[in-house]
C-alpha cells in the first residue's frame, strides 16, 4: 500500500462539520476519571481483567493517548492525561474536546443508557451540539411486552410507538439483533414466536428481567421494525460485525440481511451498516448493488488501530462514497469522541489521498468525497436539513 500524505486532504475538510450519524449518551459531570474508566472506554471487552491487564498493551489504546495528549498539550500517559483532565472544568473540558470533533450534530442512541448518563435534551445542552435520538429497537420492544396479551398486539404496540417518537423527531431505529440471536435472517415460525412471547410475558409477569433473545422472536421484531421503517421513511441502522462478546461474531455478517434487501416488500426501505469489521467488504458489497444499504466503519477507525485505516482502504474498493457514513459510536466519555473523529479524519483522508496517488480519483473529487462521507451522506440519509440545527 503506498504512502501518502493526507495533511492537504485535511485542511481542506476543516470547515466540514460532520454529521455522527451513531453515537450514544455523555456520562453527567462532574465526576473524576480513573485510569480503569479511560481503558475501559477503549475496549469492547465485559471482563475487567482486560482492562486491568491488557488494554494499555494494545496499539489501539496506546493511539488514543497520544491523540488525547496532543491536544492537552501533555505526555501521552494515563497519569499526565487523567491529571489534567481531573483538575479541569469539567464542562469547559468536555467542550473543549467535543469542539474538536467538529461536529454538527448527534444521532444518539440511548438504547443502553444507565442512570448517570445525559438524556438527549440534557446532552445538548450541555455540550452545545444539536442532538437528535435513534430509537433502540429491542428496549423498546421489551419495554413493550407486558401491554400485550400475543405477538400481533404487541408488534401492533411497537410499531405505534415507533410512529409516535418519529413524529416527536426520532430520525431513525437500531436493531441490535446481532446481540441476542443470529444475524442470518430466517423466515418467521409463527409457532416458535408464540412460544417466545409467552416466555417473555411469563418474566414480566413475574417481576424477572427481561431480554428477548433467539431467532424466532427476534428476527420476527426485525421484519416488523423493517416495515415501519420504510413506512415512516426512516432507516434502521444494523449492528453488525464485531461488539462485545455478548454476541457471537460468527453470526453477525450483514449478508444475512439478504431477506430484507431481495424482498420487493421492503422496497424503499434504507439500512445503515454499523461497524462492520471484520466484515466490512461484505458491508462494502451490499452498498455496491442494493441501492438502500449503507455503512459506517464507526468502532472500527478506533478500536483496530492501524487496521482500521486498512478496512478503509478496504471498503472504498467496493462502496461508493455516496454510501460511506461517519460516525463515532463514542459513549460515556469525551476522550473517545475526540479520538474517534480525529482518526476517522486521517483514515479517511489517507485512503482517498491513496486514490489520488494512483491516479484513481482526482484531487477535487476526492476532497468533494470527503465531505459527502463526514456529512453530506448522512444528511441525505436522514434527511436532515444543511447545517442541522434543530
Same mark, same amino acid.
Given at each position: 500500500?503506498?504512502?501518502?500524505?493526507?495533511?492537504?486532504?485535511?485542511?481542506?475538510?476543516?470547515?466540514?462539520?460532520?454529521?455522527?450519524?451513531?453515537?450514544?449518551?455523555?456520562?453527567?459531570?462532574?465526576?473524576?476519571?480513573?485510569?480503569?474508566?479511560?481503558?475501559?472506554?477503549?475496549?469492547?471487552?465485559?471482563?475487567?481483567?482486560?482492562?486491568?491487564?491488557?488494554?494499555?498493551?494494545?496499539?489501539?489504546?496506546?493511539?488514543?493517548?497520544?491523540?488525547?495528549?496532543?491536544?492537552?498539550?501533555?505526555?501521552?500517559?494515563?497519569?499526565?492525561?487523567?491529571?489534567?483532565?481531573?483538575?479541569?472544568?469539567?464542562?469547559?473540558?468536555?467542550?473543549?474536546?467535543?469542539?474538536?470533533?467538529?461536529?454538527?450534530?448527534?444521532?444518539?442512541?440511548?438504547?443502553?443508557?444507565?442512570?448517570?448518563?445525559?438524556?438527549?435534551?440534557?446532552?445538548?445542552?450541555?455540550?452545545?451540539?444539536?442532538?437528535?435520538?435513534?430509537?433502540?429497537?429491542?428496549?423498546?420492544?421489551?419495554?413493550?411486552?407486558?401491554?400485550?396479551?400475543?405477538?400481533?398486539?404487541?408488534?401492533?404496540?411497537?410499531?405505534?410507538?415507533?410512529?409516535?417518537?418519529?413524529?416527536?423527531?426520532?430520525?431513525?431505529?437500531?436493531?441490535?439483533?446481532?446481540?441476542?440471536?443470529?444475524?442470518?435472517?430466517?423466515?418467521?415460525?409463527?409457532?416458535?414466536?408464540?412460544?417466545?412471547?409467552?416466555?417473555?410475558?411469563?418474566?414480566?409477569?413475574?417481576?424477572?428481567?427481561?431480554?428477548?433473545?433467539?431467532?424466532?422472536?427476534?428476527?420476527?421484531?426485525?421484519?416488523?421494525?423493517?416495515?415501519?421503517?420504510?413506512?415512516?421513511?426512516?432507516? @434502521?441502522?444494523?449492528?453488525?460485525? !464485531?461488539?462485545?462478546?455478548?454476541?457471537?461474531? &460468527?453470526?453477525?455478517?450483514? %449478508? /444475512? #440481511?439478504? *431477506?430484507?434487501?431481495?424482498?420487493?416488500?421492503?422496497?424503499?426501505?434504507?439500512?445503515?451498516?454499523?461497524?462492520?469489521?471484520?466484515?466490512?467488504?461484505?458491508?462494502?458489497?451490499?452498498?455496491?448493488?442494493?441501492?438502500?444499504?449503507?455503512?459506517? @466503519?464507526?468502532?472500527?477507525?478506533? !478500536?483496530?488501530?492501524?487496521?482500521?485505516?486498512? &478496512?478503509?482502504?478496504?471498503? %472504498? /474498493? #467496493?462502496? *461508493?462514497?455516496?454510501?460511506?457514513?461517519?460516525?463515532?459510536?463514542?459513549?460515556?466519555?469525551?476522550?473517545?469522541?475526540?479520538?474517534?473523529?480525529?482518526?476517522?479524519?486521517?483514515?479517511?483522508?489517507?485512503?482517498?489521498?491513496?486514490?489520488?496517488?494512483?491516479?484513481?480519483?482526482?484531487?477535487?473529487?476526492?476532497?468533494?468525497?470527503?465531505?459527502?462521507?463526514?456529512?453530506?451522506?448522512?444528511?441525505?440519509?436522514?434527511?436532515?436539513?444543511?447545517?442541522?440545527?434543530?
Amino acid at each position: 500500500m503506498a504512502v501518502t500524505d493526507a495533511r492537504p486532504l485535511l485542511e481542506l475538510w476543516e470547515d466540514v462539520r460532520a454529521v455522527d450519524h451513531h453515537c450514544h449518551p455523555l456520562r453527567r459531570w462532574p465526576f473524576q476519571l480513573t485510569e480503569l474508566d479511560l481503558r475501559s472506554a477503549f475496549t469492547e471487552a465485559i471482563d475487567p481483567a482486560i482492562a486491568e491487564h491488557h488494554v494499555i498493551h494494545t496499539a489501539a489504546y496506546q493511539g488514543a493517548l497520544h491523540r488525547i495528549a496532543a491536544e492537552l498539550h501533555c505526555d501521552p500517559s494515563e497519569s499526565a492525561i487523567l491529571g489534567r483532565r481531573n483538575a479541569a472544568d469539567p464542562a469547559s473540558y468536555a467542550r473543549q474536546l467535543l469542539g474538536r470533533t467538529a461536529t454538527e450534530v448527534m444521532l444518539v442512541d440511548r438504547g443502553f443508557a444507565t442512570g448517570d448518563a445525559f438524556t438527549v435534551g440534557e446532552q445538548q445542552q450541555a455540550t452545545g451540539i444539536p442532538q437528535l435520538e435513534v430509537i433502540r429497537l429491542e428496549t423498546l420492544a421489551e419495554n413493550l411486552v407486558k401491554t400485550a396479551s400475543d405477538p400481533r398486539e404487541w408488534f401492533a404496540n411497537i410499531r405505534a410507538a415507533l410512529r409516535a417518537d418519529v413524529a416527536r423527531g426520532a430520525v431513525g431505529v437500531k436493531t441490535i439483533c446481532a446481540y441476542r440471536a443470529s444475524l442470518k435472517l430466517e423466515p418467521v415460525d409463527t409457532d416458535a414466536l408464540g412460544v417466545a412471547f409467552s416466555n417473555l410475558r411469563s418474566h414480566t409477569e413475574r417481576d424477572e428481567p427481561l431480554r428477548m433473545t433467539g431467532n424466532a422472536i427476534c428476527h420476527a421484531l426485525v421484519f416488523e421494525a423493517a416495515q415501519e421503517c420504510q413506512e415512516l421513511d426512516v432507516p @434502521l441502522q444494523v449492528h453488525c460485525g !464485531f461488539g462485545d462478546p455478548d454476541e457471537d461474531l &460468527a453470526e453477525a455478517s450483514p %449478508l /444475512g #440481511l439478504r *431477506p430484507l434487501l431481495i424482498d420487493p416488500n421492503y422496497r424503499g426501505l434504507r439500512i445503515a451498516l454499523l461497524h462492520c469489521y471484520p466484515y466490512h467488504r461484505e458491508a462494502a458489497y451490499l452498498c455496491s448493488v442494493f441501492p438502500g444499504v449503507y455503512m459506517d @466503519l464507526s468502532l472500527t477507525i478506533p !478500536f483496530a488501530a492501524l487496521e482500521g485505516g486498512r &478496512a478503509m482502504h478496504e471498503a %472504498l /474498493g #467496493l462502496c *461508493p462514497t455516496s454510501k460511506l457514513l461517519y460516525a463515532s459510536d463514542a459513549t460515556r466519555y469525551p476522550e473517545v469522541y475526540l479520538v474517534a473523529a480525529t482518526l476517522h479524519r486521517e483514515a479517511l483522508a489517507d485512503a482517498l489521498g491513496e486514490l489520488v496517488e494512483r491516479r484513481v480519483m482526482s484531487r477535487s473529487a476526492a476532497v468533494e468525497a470527503g465531505r459527502h462521507v463526514l456529512a453530506g451522506n448522512a444528511r441525505r440519509l436522514y434527511a436532515l436539513p444543511n447545517g442541522s440545527r434543530q
